[in-house]
């Protein structure tokens, strides 16, 4: 255990020198990091088809909260407890991220890997935009293209009917929409999340208690929405994919969390654009999907902001 928590520590102490290092920058970089994270982890859900996704999000918020509690007992430390202010923060951070697993799990079981990242990708604008009335953040011209430029791009991608000649979409059938919308939901609850995130921030609570209580809250919850839905005794190799997935889904939370100590929300959450990139790479890689013409331009348009971003952040440095 000692040899465990030297190890922790010794790790733990590199993120330490970055931060010190590239204090203005850093946050940029976990957060693109995490966005990586997070597009393989979505991969891994595409390969367990036959496991329940409420089923899925129980055991990731099972091994997100069992993580940050062993770190703490390696650390020698008990689970924080803040004030009650900062605990009903805490437990609604959970509540957020309960929905917008739940409704991620369920709609990458319908949309394609790429389509569904893309959408997802729509979280940073919205979040632009929540920042500034729940944080009183500053609402630029440039976050207004941001956001112009992520609705126009999803409207590609999503192809409503409205827009778009039956004839012209290349998937029309009504699971796909079902899993777009859904995904779309849970864009908006991590667009929250984010909000919630950087209130920890601010409230000095730090990456390991907010994962805690996070994962605490999802644990309890799943298993109402698995009443529903029910469950399955996995295989071997499908409790390995799911150790895999418990893995990264921690890797890219903790990463994620952790970005949004360095400033603000608004801002660093519009690198969550760079997770399209890395989503249809993986989509074209690994599952051989084959994107159409217009969620290709569609996605460019999305991955476009993160030039635009750190265009703006380099002309304002000099």
């Not at 996995?234 to 994919?241: A, I, N, P, R, S």
Request: contains cysteine; aromatic residues 14%; charged residues 15%.
């Amino acid at each position: 255990m000692n040899a465990a928590a030297h190890l922790t520590e010794k790790l733990l102490k590199i993120p330490a020198r970055l931060e010190k290092a590239f204090p203005n920058d850093i946050g940029y970089f976990y957060n693109i990091l995490s966005q990586f994270f997070y597009s393989t982890f979505q991969l891994m859900i595409k390969t367990l088809p036959t496991v329940p996704s409420f089923q899925l999000g129980w055991f990731r918020s099972t091994f997100l909260m069992l993580s940050a509690y062993s770190v703490f007992r390696m650390r020698g430390q008990s689970v924080p407890v803040k004030s009650p202010k900062v605990n009903t923060i805490l437990l609604l951070r959970g509540l957020t991220g309960f929905l917008s697993n739940a409704l991620l799990f369920y709609g990458l079981r319908y949309a394609p890997l790429g389509e569904g990242i893309v959408v997802m990708e729509m979280y940073p604008a919205i979040a632009a935009l929540l920042s500034v009335f729940l944080l009183g953040e500053k609402y630029t011209l440039t976050q207004f293209l941001y956001t112009i430029f992520c609705i126009a791009g999803a409207a590609l991608i999503i192809k409503p009917g409205f827009l778009f000649p039956a004839d012209e979409l290349t998937t029309p059938d009504a699971a796909r929409y079902i899993g777009l919308i859904s995904i779309f939901g849970s864009a908006f609850t991590v667009a929250l999340s984010v909000v919630i995130v950087r209130k920890q921030a601010l409230s000095k609570v730090d990456t390991l208690t907010g994962m805690f209580y996070t994962g605490f809250v999802q644990m309890a919850l799943f298993p109402v929405a698995m009443l529903f839905q029910g469950a399955k005794a996995v295989t071997l190799v499908e409790f390995g994919k799911m150790m895999v997935l418990g893995v990264l889904g921690m890797i890219a939370q903790y990463m994620f969390n952790h970005s949004l100590h360095f400033g603000d929300a608004s801002k660093i959450s519009l690198m969550g654009y760079s997770e399209m990139i890395f989503g249809y790479l993986l989509d074209i890689v690994v599952l051989g999907t084959q994107p159409d013409m217009f969620s290709i331009i569609g996605s460019i348009m999305i991955f476009s902001c993160v030039f635009v971003q750190m265009y703006d952040l380099s002309k304002k440095r000099k």
